[in-house]
């Protein structure tokens, strides 16, 4: 079970543009297995959903915790690890 205050946030409206996605990616990066992370937007940050399933499929869930206009809340988890880094299908 996930503990709010430990979610690390990102509100991209306080970053500049250019610097917005390395952000958001560095953060990502680090999320341990199961952890999560809140980004804030003041639009729907839908390219940014498919840019992480482009890089990394099947890592990272995606929830809508707001949905605009004004403002647009997601929190992105990384998935459990299996607990198995081999090829066996286990």
Same mark, same amino acid.
């Given at each position: 079970?996930?503990?709010?205050?430990?979610?690390?946030?990102?509100?991209?409206?306080?970053?500049?543009?250019?610097? &917005?996605? %390395?952000?958001? $990616? !560095?953060? *990502?990066?680090?999320?341990?297995?199961?952890?999560?992370?809140? +980004?804030?937007?003041?639009?729907?940050?839908?390219?940014?959903?498919?840019?992480?399933?482009? &890089?990394? %499929?099947?890592? $990272? !869930?995606? *929830?809508?915790?707001?949905?605009?206009?004004?403002?647009?809340? +997601?929190?992105?988890?990384?998935?459990?690890?299996?607990?198995?880094?081999?090829?066996?299908?286990?």
């Amino acid at each position: 079970m996930l503990n709010s205050s430990n979610i690390p946030e990102v509100d991209v409206r306080l970053i500049p543009p250019p610097h &917005r996605h %390395p952000t958001i $990616f !560095g953060v *990502l990066t680090a999320l341990a297995p199961g952890g999560a992370m809140h +980004v804030t937007s003041d639009h729907d940050p839908r390219p940014l959903h498919y840019q992480i399933e482009t &890089r990394y %499929p099947d890592e $990272f !869930g995606w *929830l809508y915790l707001e949905q605009g206009p004004e403002v647009w809340r +997601v929190q992105i988890t990384r998935a459990d690890s299996s607990g198995c880094d081999c090829c066996c299908g286990h």
